[in-house]
């Protein structure tokens, strides 16, 4: 299976079910993970319980993650280096985000979705 698909298919089976009302914006956070054959990078979603544009650590106050947290980004699609993952990352969410499904509409239900690097910066790439 492609990792685009993989991706899609990660995104509609961890919205799947409730989401609590806790749940203000919703937070892709891209890291290294450790031990893993063929892969440079992972991606993993985290519900927070806030949402401000001007605070970069909105996203540290997780109030709800998926059963299935994160998923390991395969070398081959990632490449080496954390800009070109971001990029893709962010390609496949606004991507998805463009399209209609339960999990979109639960995504667009909050007050924002952002994608970025666990110590990095995270980039609002939606808000009503």
Not at 38 to 58: S, T
Not at 96 to 117: C, I, M, Q, Y
């Amino acid at each position: 299976m492609r990792f685009e698909d993989e991706f899609s298919r990660w995104i509609d089976e961890s919205l799947a079910g409730d989401i609590p009302n806790s749940v203000k914006a919703f937070s892709f956070n891209l890291y290294e993970p450790a031990g893993f054959a063929g892969v440079k990078f992972g991606v993993e979603l985290i519900g927070a319980g806030r949402f401000d544009e001007n605070d970069p650590d909105w996203a540290c106050d997780e109030v709800w993650e998926p059963r299935v947290r994160g998923i390991p980004i395969p070398k081959k699609y990632s490449g080496q280096s954390w800009e070109p993952c971001l990029q893709k990352i962010k390609a496949l969410l606004l991507h998805k985000l463009n399209t209609t499904s339960r999990s979109v509409d639960k995504l667009k239900s909050s007050k924002g979705v952002a994608v970025g690097f666990v110590d990095g910066d995270l980039e609002v790439i939606w808000a009503p």
